[in-house]
């Protein structure tokens, strides 16, 4: 057997052999530890990874539904109801233009809603990544001369395609400016690729009739400029 190693005091202490066997249980302990930490860890990341795209297009879709609740049609070119179908753009997906009223969060009084410009896009990240976009411009106030507020609402996305229901069929394009129809109805389709699948998550909102912009607000646009 190993002597015992002796302190400065004279009682025995560890031998060698134990603080080695010590050093290879505490190696073996955190080797251990790591490899649980790394397993769960990266199967939470792959289920966030699988859970993220579903969520994300719900929410945009649930956003872009509020808006097109609260849809109103100013009486000039400028904020008119615009669809693209997108087939010229670098980023291949609809363009989807309209004016809306925007509440602010916590805010449940209409009496403090504010009128934008939204548009719903898809566009490619620094990385060639598809992301579908929301930009907001305000339609009066010092706001509406700077640029448009741009968020992210789902990425990656594979594809974006509205149609509009002008009360006879459904229509891919709604660009003509002499349209005098007002949309009844759109259909969204929002598509992401989960492995080798592509899933599609569908939302159809119906566009309340009546709501025209008054040529009070109209005017107010024009002298904020």
């Known amino acids: ?27 073996l ?19 966030s990874a699988r859970r993220a795209p579903p969520e994300q297009a719900a929410a945009a879709l649930d956003q872009l539904s509020r808006d097109l609740t609260s849809l109103f049609l100013p009486d000039d070119e400028e904020g008119a ?21 925007e509440v602010p969060a916590g805010e449940a009084d209409l009496r403090w809603a504010e009128t934008v410009q939204v548009a719903y896009r898809l566009a490619e990240d620094e990385e060639g990544i598809r992301e579908l976009r929301r930009e907001s411009r305000p339609l009066v106030g010092p706001a509406a001369r700077t640029g ?5 609402l789902a990425r990656p996305v594979e594809s974006f395609q509205v149609k509009v229901h002008d009360g006879t069929a459904w229509q891919e394009d709604w660009t003509k400016a002499a349209e005098k129809t007002r949309p009844v109805m759109v259909r969204v ?22 709501l025209v912009f008054t040529s009070r607000l109209e005017r107010a646009s024009s002298s904020s400029r």
């Not at 302190?7 to 080695?20: C, H, P, S």
């Not at 109801?81 to 009223?101: E, K, M, Q």
């Not at 448009?148 to 992210?152: A, H, K, S, Y």
């Not at 598509?191 to 009546?210: C, D, F």
């Open 81 to 101: 109801f615009h669809l693209d179908p997108g087939s010229a753009h670098a980023v291949s997906g609809s363009v989807l233009r309209f004016c809306t009223l």
């Open 29 to 47: 302990v955190v080797t251990v530890v790591y490899s649980l930490y790394h397993t769960v860890s990266a199967t939470v990341l792959g289920q």
């Open 189 to 210: 389709d929002l598509a992401w690729r989960q492995g080798p699948s592509l899933r599609t998550r569908r939302a159809v909102v119906a566009i309340p009739a009546g």
């Open 1 to 27: 057997m190993a002597p015992r190693l002796k302190g400065v005091d004279g009682r025995a202490g560890l031998t060698l052999l134990e603080i080695l066997i010590a050093i290879a249980l505490g190696a």
């Open 148 to 152: 448009p507020v741009t968020n992210v």
